[in-house]
């Protein structure tokens, strides 16, 4: 389960989030939906342990990220797919990632079948892979441990419509063993095809959340979120 109480941060006048309030259940997906600069990626940073809040919470497994007993093992994150050393290849990720959970060297070769990446493209240096493989890597990386719960920020970014069913397929099978998902896009069309709730964000507050029956689908949840979001916007300015 993870859990965002009255979540707020702000970065001087900037207010980045304002009183977000949801959660995810075990076993399901939401997509964290919104514009650029809304703030899912703060919300999830703030989930990570990687930022402090300015009041509320946010728990993950039921406690704060950094009180958890093997949070690599139990969560796997994917915050920034660029940031991996880009001399290593990303088998040499995966296994250094292996090493640090106590996992079998094997686990890396494990992931990298689970991504879709071959051993060729694997051995390669991780600078010199494209948008899509870096997403299949970073994903991977967030997939050493068991994770019971999984938080990834835009983990559809560069990712052809083929993977974007791949992640589909994957995170279906992941909530089907009761994993609890959130993970972010600005773009509806990739969160539509693979979440079963939505929660939409514009300008740090929550401005609609359900499953994608409740908001609609296709173009209907498209003028939803356009007039949402320019509205979260217009009260902003
Ligand atoms: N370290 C920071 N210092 C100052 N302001 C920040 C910082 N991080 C984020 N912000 C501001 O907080 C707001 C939310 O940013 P955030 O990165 O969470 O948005 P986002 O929804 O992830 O957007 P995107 O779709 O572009 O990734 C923005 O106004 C941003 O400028
Ligand atoms: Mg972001």
């Known amino acids: 389960m993870i859990e965002f109480h ?9 207010k980045a989030l304002d009183e977000v309030s949801f959660t995810v ?10 514009p650029n600069g809304a703030g899912k990626s703060t919300a999830m940073r703030i989930l990570a342990g990687l930022s402090r809040p300015t009041s509320g919470r946010a728990t993950v497994l039921g ?21 991996q050393h880009p001399g290593r290849s990303g088998r040499e990720v995966l296994t250094l990632g292996a090493m640090m959970l106590g996992l079998p060297r094997s686990r890396a070769d494990e992931v990298l079948r689970l ?6 493209e694997g051995r390669r240096p991780v600078g010199g892979y494209s ?7 970073g994903i991977g990386h967030a997939l050493l441990g068991r994770p019971r719960a999984l938080i990834l920020d835009e983990p559809a970014n560069g990712l052809d419509p083929r993977g ?13 063993s009761g994993c609890a998902v959130l993970l972010s896009s600005h773009l509806l069309h990739e969160v539509e095809q693979v979440a ?6 514009g300008a740090g507050r ?7 029956a409740e908001l609609g689908r296709g173009r209907d949840l498209e003028r939803t979120f356009l007039e949402l979001t320019s509205h979260a916007d217009r009260s902003l300015a």
């Open 131 to 137: 948008l899509g493989m870096r997403q299949r890597l």
């Open 6 to 14: 009255r979540l707020s941060k702000a970065y001087h006048e900037v």
């Open 164 to 176: 974007i069913h791949w992640m589909r397929g994957l995170l279906r099978d992941l909530a089907g």
């Open 206 to 212: 929550v401005l609609a959340e359900g499953t994608l």
């Open 25 to 34: 259940q075990p076993g399901t997906i939401t997509g964290f939906l919104g």
């Open 115 to 120: 991504v879709g990446l071959s051993p060729k």
């Open 63 to 83: 406690r704060p990220y950094a009180e958890l007993e093997r949070p690599g093992y139990d969560v796997g994150t994917l915050l920034d797919a660029g940031a």
């Open 196 to 201: 079963d709730r939505i929660v939409m964000i």
